[in-house]
């Protein structure tokens, strides 16, 4: 695909954003449209996975601010019909068109139309490229743009760590065609009306003034039968499959950076990051303080007045509890050891807080006994609070 066909599409359409989205404004669009539209959610729905990559393709340009900045200028000079491809006048040559060699300092200049689509899409072929000192392709590599996926986890895994495999979308030459655009069998044919130059020269008095071909979109070509497979674009979005350790403790919410496993870069130049957002299922049962889970745990009021071992559950098995006879509710006993695992190895505790269990009926001979208990201690555990009140009085 030339840097023409992809300053034409319009990425904040494709995301749903106005131009001045801020980061946070196009990443959560990203996300939102990323879940909606992701294959494994969609399989077999074409439209879907049309719109993936479209989604996927806009979040890497607008995702990076120096991509973005030089997407939105190249956008705005090309909307104003002054582009003309291999921009030969260079100082001092002026030829009575206005073109973007020009524009940006003359041909080869620092801040050639060849350089800007070049950061953002590759070289500058087919876009100034030509007007470049040597007419050959930049020099500076470009980073690989970082991506953005998302990962649920259960309670226990996100407590334990977990390897997971991620499956990512990322835009690559369509093979079916070869990036030609074209079916295979067939070929683009030259445009008629520009001549393959993309662009048509308009009289403005005594200016000509070159603006984008309108017959063939300013790519300089025509694709009669297009490329099933990327529907003429040249570019389709691959699918590979990260096998992704998730380290243990990891909280609901968390960003993890993965190096190196973003877009490929250019020109030799290193990949981007992966960033992996884990969102954590919340367990029945446990909870998490800190590196610490916690849990509440029901006791008979027997156990609790007379003491008892009782059992425990924790995420790796069950473990035996003493209870000490007069154990109150609400007394917190700390098991060691069987909480979150640090990253220096060494594992939090769990909480347990004790509940005392009312039964909500009594058997005849129960309510007996209750009341036997009650008259045998006279004890008034509300003493202390009526003592306060009646002093202030």
Same mark, same amino acid.
């Given at each position: 695909m030339s840097a023409r066909d992809l300053v034409e599409k319009d990425y904040y359409a494709a995301l749903g954003v106005p131009k001045n989205a801020t980061q946070a404004e196009i990443k959560k669009a990203y996300r939102k449209l990323a879940r909606e539209l992701h294959p494994d959610k969609n399989k077999g729905d074409k439209e879907a996975e049309e719109r993936f990559k479209a989604v996927s393709e806009a979040y890497a340009i607008l995702s990076d601010d120096e991509k973005r900045a030089e997407y939105d200028e190249a956008r705005e000079l090309f909307a104003n019909g002054g582009f003309r491809p291999g921009a030969g006048g260079g100082p001092g040559g002026f030829t009575g068109n206005v073109d973007f060699g020009d524009l940006f300092g003359g041909a080869g200049g620092a801040g050639s139309f060849g350089d800007l689509f070049g950061d953002i899409f590759g070289n500058g072929n087919g876009m100034g490229g030509a007007g470049r000192a040597g007419g050959g392709p930049r020099t500076r590599p470009r980073r690989g743009g970082d991506l953005e996926t998302e990962v649920t986890l259960d309670f226990a895994e996100a407590v334990r760590g977990v390897t997971v495999p991620l499956r990512l979308g990322t835009p690559h030459t369509c093979r079916n065609c070869g990036g030609s655009g074209a079916r295979p069998g067939t070929t683009p044919r030259t445009c008629p009306t520009c001549g393959g130059s993309g662009s048509v020269s308009v009289n403005q008095g005594p200016f000509s003034i070159s603006q984008p071909c309108r017959d063939c979109r300013g790519r300089g070509r025509i694709i009669d039968d297009p490329c099933p497979?990327?529907?003429?674009? $040249?570019?389709?979005? *691959?699918?590979?499959?990260?096998?992704?350790? &998730? #380290? =243990? $403790?990891?909280?609901? $919410?968390?960003? &993890?950076?993965? +190096? *190196? +496993?973003?877009? #490929? *870069?250019? $020109?030799?130049? #290193? =990949?981007?990051?992966?960033? /992996? /957002? /884990? !969102?954590?299922?919340? !367990?029945? %049962? %446990?909870?998490r303080k800190g590196d610490n889970l916690t849990l509440t745990l029901p006791v008979t009021f027997p156990e609790a007045a007379l003491g008892a071992e009782v059992p425990v559950p924790t995420l790796d098995g069950v473990v035996t509890l003493r209870v000490p006879a007069g154990t109150a509710s609400g007394r917190t006993f700390r098991v060691k050891g069987r909480g979150v695992v640090r990253a220096n190895g060494k594992a939090g505790d769990l909480l347990v807080t004790i509940e005392i269990h009312v039964p909500k009926k009594l058997s005849k001979k129960a309510r007996e006994a209750v009341e036997t208990l009650a008259a045998e201690d006279p004890t008034d555990p509300r003493a202390h609070l009526l003592e306060e009140a009646v002093t202030r009085v």
């Open positions: 497979e990327c529907r003429g674009t $040249g570019v389709t979005t *691959g699918e590979r499959t990260l096998n992704v350790r &998730i #380290p =243990a $403790g990891v909280n609901d $919410g968390q960003r &993890i950076r993965l +190096k *190196g +496993k973003g877009t #490929p *870069g250019e $020109g030799g130049a #290193p =990949a981007g990051d992966l960033y /992996v /957002v /884990v !969102h954590v299922t919340p !367990h029945r %049962f %446990f909870r």
